[in-house]
């Protein structure tokens, strides 16, 4: 399984940007793909989850209202749409994905099976 994650950069903030995790290795039938975010010094966070069966989302607080998780199932692609960024939304974005985690989990990390090489976000003026 590949995830290869594309669309990170430089943005000010109040700015947007979009992030996409293309898979490649599987059918992503009952699986889910996510996001989360590691800043310098501090623990990976997570961000947002999609089910690929039914296209159910969670979100981190922090990102909720402004960061919207969609996926393309002919594509086998899955985004990020970032709006209204903040400096505190700095960090490497990870894409992530395996069989779909139950839902009490899907926030861990350590629930899925595979990972992107990470794409760098940085919020600044």
């Known amino acids: 399984v590949q995830l290869v994650e594309s669309g990170g950069g430089l943005v000010q903030p109040g700015g947007s940007l979009r992030l996409s995790c293309a898979a490649s290795?599987?059918?992503?039938?009952?699986?889910?793909m996510g996001w989360f975010r590691q800043a310098p010094g501090k623990e990976r966070e997570f961000v947002a989850v999609?089910?690929?069966?039914?296209?159910?989302?969670a979100y981190g607080d922090s990102v909720k209202d402004r960061f919207t998780i969609s996926r393309d199932s002919a594509k086998k692609t899955m985004y990020l749409q970032m709006n209204n960024l903040k400096p505190e939304d700095t960090a490497v974005y990870y894409c992530?994905?395996?069989?779909?985690?139950?839902?009490?989990?899907?926030?861990?990390?350590?629930?899925?099976?595979?990972w992107g090489q990470g794409t760098q976000v940085t919020v600044s003026s």
């Open positions: 992530t994905s395996g069989p779909r985690p139950i839902t009490s989990n899907q926030r861990n990390p350590g629930a899925y099976a595979y």
């Open positions: 999609i089910r690929w069966n039914g296209g159910h989302t």
């Open positions: 290795g599987t059918t992503l039938t009952n699986w889910a």
